[in-house]
């Protein structure tokens, strides 16, 4: 069991890692907290493009990310340790601080397989309309 573990959590850094290693023009770092580049890409009557609403779609997906593995993840681990530390050897407290801090990881893992996914369609849906595609999680609007 705790091979398990150790496997989780070594794909998570690497999974975690991996966005913050692409770097591009207009696609915001990781972590993305909607300031640098705004999370708007336009306003007013500059919006004239489909590509610039896939941009905004792609900051939100990044703003999302950046909330689940900032902000509520380490709550939810915290809150699984702190039951499993307060349990006093109860089998009932034990298993649902396990559940949490399994549930977490495994939350951890569908938030990333749905980051890949929903950015290789942003992806794919860039080239349809004319952008400029540098690298995957990159689309800069002609």
């Not at 893992?109 to 540098?134: D, E, H, K, P, R």
């Amino acid at each position: 069991m705790k091979k398990i573990y150790l496997g989780l959590a070594i794909f998570s850094l690497i999974a975690f890692s991996s966005p913050a290693l692409v770097h591009g023009q207009q696609a915001p770092g990781f972590p993305y907290w909607g300031t640098n580049p705004p999370l708007l890409p336009c306003t007013g009557t500059d919006c004239t493009s489909i590509c610039q609403i896939l941009v905004l779609f792609q900051r939100l997906i990044y703003f999302g990310i950046s909330l689940v593995f900032f902000a509520i993840a380490p709550v939810l681990f915290l809150w699984g340790g702190i039951m499993l530390l307060v349990s006093a050897g109860s089998p009932e407290k034990i298993s649902r601080g396990k559940k949490i801090l399994t549930g977490t990881l495994f939350g951890i893992g569908i938030a990333l397989g749905s980051f890949i996914i929903v950015n290789t369609f942003f992806w794919a849906m860039g080239g349809l309309f004319g952008s400029q595609l540098t690298n995957w999680s990159n689309i800069v609007c002609g």
